[in-house]
């Protein structure tokens, strides 16, 4: 508990994209730290804005604002009518008459058109560094909202605060909030489903506070090891209520039939933890080697989630195995010495307890003959069953291909979340803001040919590209204080700067080697999509290399859009490689384990086949690849390789006790099934609380992944059974005739000598 109080939100581009990399390192070296700002933009709404009183209470909020600590600048018409009333009468005063602000406004197109988009919107601009910490820009926005509120806006106006720090503070923020509902919702639907489907235990509750101690080791190991918490990260842990509660069932329901047979509780803990403790083991291994195929991603979050469910699993193992066998051993050791059982049975009326007793019994006796009928059909018809399975995989493996991919952050969210809203609002007003940020490294700042080739590659990009709309740099302000044209010497250029004030040429040059240009292209994220963006990037490459930039200068194209789609198309695009990789793990460490082709690729095949049907089942239900829906493939393998991995267990157990092959799978199917089922059951109902989380992301991804363990199960209790019974008869009756034909060989030598 120590340790979770050290667990750190994280939602920025660090999320996406690992620290290390060269696409980072320009976006974050190169932009975000030199040139890159955010801003917290206050949006006002009213019938009239060009008036005084509105203009003097902006005035009031700028002022508040300005003393607070981060905050590089503030931009807001009040300032710049104060300037330009300067400029006109010496007096850096707001004018007082309604008059007087109309006219400055109007008269100024080119200065006012951004902030006063039209007669009924003004937005005041609070810029922070665009490196700016989570907790710096939080501070920010509080500031902010305070400033708003001593300001004394007219009431006839609506005030916004919005921008991109506002909605990542609020996101973190529902983050925060939906994880304890989602953690809640995932223990309420725990207690039901054990309540239904545990009962032929006595205390069937006990494997979910087993679990949630398991949790809680969990986030203390997230708080000490330092894995922050993302919209990906928060879904791991009803994930692991859902996965790691069937280690505790398991534990549970094999240390119940042990103690049934009466052969003392020392020898029943020891049987439990011979028999089912290297099984769940085994399962948990290959559960985690499914799982070890996201640390492949590129995308940090992912990773995080792979860590997180890795060690996630294995702290519910050690709750369950240390914590859980001890507690139900205590329990039954008390239950017979408690004198209040003792009373309760004597005044409970003869034969009710019996009665009880035979009721549960028949229960589960049902149950078992249900299982051993649906085993003895599948095996029936085992060519029929396999053919089946078979041919509905590959079909979904291709209608897969079929599947889209959704790329727009603002998607994952909740549609209804006021930051989001107020965010696309000020977009409607506004128009686009999103950006194609080039680095340009050049031998001086003020060579003019440099800042000719700009001006000039910028006026062929915007006039010849469709989604580029305008561009920005120091060329702008250079050509303004000279006459609307480029000094032709170095000194002019030289000369101009020193006229620039510092605030407006930080925004575009650092030092005397680095220059940006910004094209900006609208609303591309939600208009172009990925591949748009992508397609634009690489039209203006192909740009420079037809109008290539004076000599000992070189370009990089970077900024958040183009950080965010490269990341996104690898994450979507490696979802394939990481599921075969995920296969080709488990796989290798079945055949490490056991040492037996059989026993290795047998549990693989109905995974396979699941994440076949996994496929058709997106396609079918019109559900996008996103972040989290693009690591199903490794968490299908994950939780559902265990069933098979159980079943194969206690098959060969079974078998192994002299069974033949058909009686080792009923006795599989009835004593294992029940058990499973239930632990099925409760993946499902833990997957389930993810449904009702109001980030669409995570809800989408709930609704696939309660559906493919739902096929898990069905796979483990159709395809399983026909398949180990079809291939280890195969392969005794193939031993039996290599020993047969050795016999032969042996008695024929003997004959002729």
């Known amino acids: 508990m120590q340790g979770a109080q050290k667990i750190e939100m994280a939602s920025g581009t660090e999320t996406f994209v690992g620290k290390d990399s060269p696409l980072y390192q320009d976006y974050d070296h190169l932009y975000q730290k030199i040139f890159q700002t955010q801003s917290i933009v206050v949006m006002v709404e009213g019938n009239e804005v060009k008036n005084a009183e509105l203009m003097k209470a902006i005035d009031r909020l700028e002022h508040q604002v300005q003393d607070t600590e981060g905050v590089i600048e503030t931009t807001s018409p009040a300032s710049l009518i104060k300037t330009v009333n300067y400029q006109m009468t010496g007096r850096y005063v707001i004018p007082e008459s309604d008059e007087e602000i109309e006219a400055i406004i109007d008269q100024n197109p080119d200065i006012f058109s951004q902030i006063v988009p039209d007669n009924t919107h003004v937005l005041i601009s609070v810029v922070m560094a665009g490196s700016a910490s989570d907790t710096a820009q939080e501070d920010i926005l509080h500031a902010t909202e305070d400033a708003v509120s001593f300001a004394e806006f007219p009431p006839s106006y609506t005030i916004i605060v919005t921008g991109d720090p506002a909605f990542s503070v609020n996101m973190n923020a529902e983050m925060n909030s939906s994880m304890g509902i989602l953690l809640g919702l995932s223990g309420i639907f725990m207690v039901i489903v054990l309540f239904f489907v545990f009962r032929h235990v006595r205390w069937g509750l006990l494997p979910l506070p087993v679990v949630l101690l398991g949790i809680v080791y969990t986030f203390g190991a997230m708080g000490y090891i330092g894995i922050t918490l993302s919209m990906v990260s928060m879904a791991a842990f009803p994930i692991l209520i859902g996965v790691g509660i069937d280690y505790a069932i398991q534990f549970h329901n094999r240390l119940e039939e042990e103690l049934q047979k009466n052969g003392g509780k020392g020898r029943a803990v020891v049987e439990t933890i011979k028999n089912t403790g290297p099984a769940v083991l085994i399962a948990l291994g290959m559960t985690g080697l499914g799982f070890v195929s996201l640390f492949t991603s590129s995308v940090p979050m992912i990773r995080d989630f792979g860590k997180l469910l890795l060690i996630g699993i294995i702290m519910c193992y050690l709750s369950s195995i240390f914590v859980g066998v001890v507690t139900v051993s205590l329990f039954d050791k008390y239950s017979k010495k408690n004198p209040l ?413």
């Open 341 to 753: 059982r003792k009373v309760a049975q004597r005044i409970k009326p003869a034969g009710i307890g019996k009665k009880e007793k035979l009721e549960k019994k028949r229960s589960g006796h049902r149950k078992e003959i249900l299982l051993q009928k649906t085993t003895d059909l599948t095996i029936r018809y085992d060519i029929i069953v396999l053919g089946i399975a078979g041919l509905l995989c590959l079909g979904g493996l291709y209608a897969d291909q079929s599947v889209a991919i959704q790329t727009d952050v603002e998607t994952f969210v909740p549609q209804d979340m006021p930051a989001l809203v107020d965010l696309q609002h000020m977009g409607d007003i506004m128009g686009g803001t999103d950006e194609l940020n080039l680095i340009i490294k050049v031998e001086d700042t003020a060579n003019p040919d440099v800042l000719k080739w700009m001006d000039q590659f910028s006026e062929h990009e915007v006039e010849g590209r469709k989604h580029i709309y305008s561009a920005s740099s120091i060329v702008s302000l250079v050509k303004e204080k000279n006459g609307g044209t480029i000094p032709d010497t170095s000194q002019e250029v030289e000369e101009i700067y020193a006229e620039i004030p510092e605030a407006q040429k930080e925004r575009y040059m650092y030092g005397k080697n680095m220059l940006l240009l910004n094209f900006n292209i609208g609303n591309a994220v939600s208009d172009i999509k990925v591949t748009g963006i992508q397609e634009l990037t690489n039209i203006v490459k192909q740009d420079m290399q037809w109008m290539p930039a004076p000599p000992g200068t070189t370009v990089t194209i970077t900024g958040n859009n183009v950080v965010f789609t490269e990341v996104i198309t690898a994450l979507t695009s490696g979802r394939v490689a990481m599921t075969f990789l995920g296969l080709a793990l488990v796989l290798a460490g079945l055949y490490v384990i056991y040492r037996d082709w059989l026993k290795a690729i047998v549990p693989i095949i109905p995974m396979f086949i699941v994440i076949g049907w996994s496929g058709g089942v997106m396609y079918y239900l019109n559900i996008e690849y996103t972040p989290m829906t693009a690591t199903l493939g490794a968490l299908i393998l994950g939780v559902g390789s265990e069933y098979a991995i159980l079943m194969m267990e206690r098959y060969f157990e079974e078998k192994d006790a002299g069974a033949s092959p058909m009686e080792a799978i009923h006795m599989t199917s009835s004593k294992i099934g029940t058990a499973i089922i239930a632990s099925g059951a409760t993946t499902v109902f833990g997957f389930l609380a993810l449904v009702a989380s109001p980030f669409p992301m995570i809800s989408n991804f709930g609704k696939v992944t309660v559906i493919d363990v739902m096929l898990a199960l069905l796979a483990t209790f159709v395809v399983f059974p026909p398949l180990i019974v079809l291939l280890d008869t195969w392969r005794d009756k193939r031993r039996g005739a290599v020993t047969v034909e050795k016999e032969t060989k042996k008695q024929i030598q003997g004959a002729e000598i």
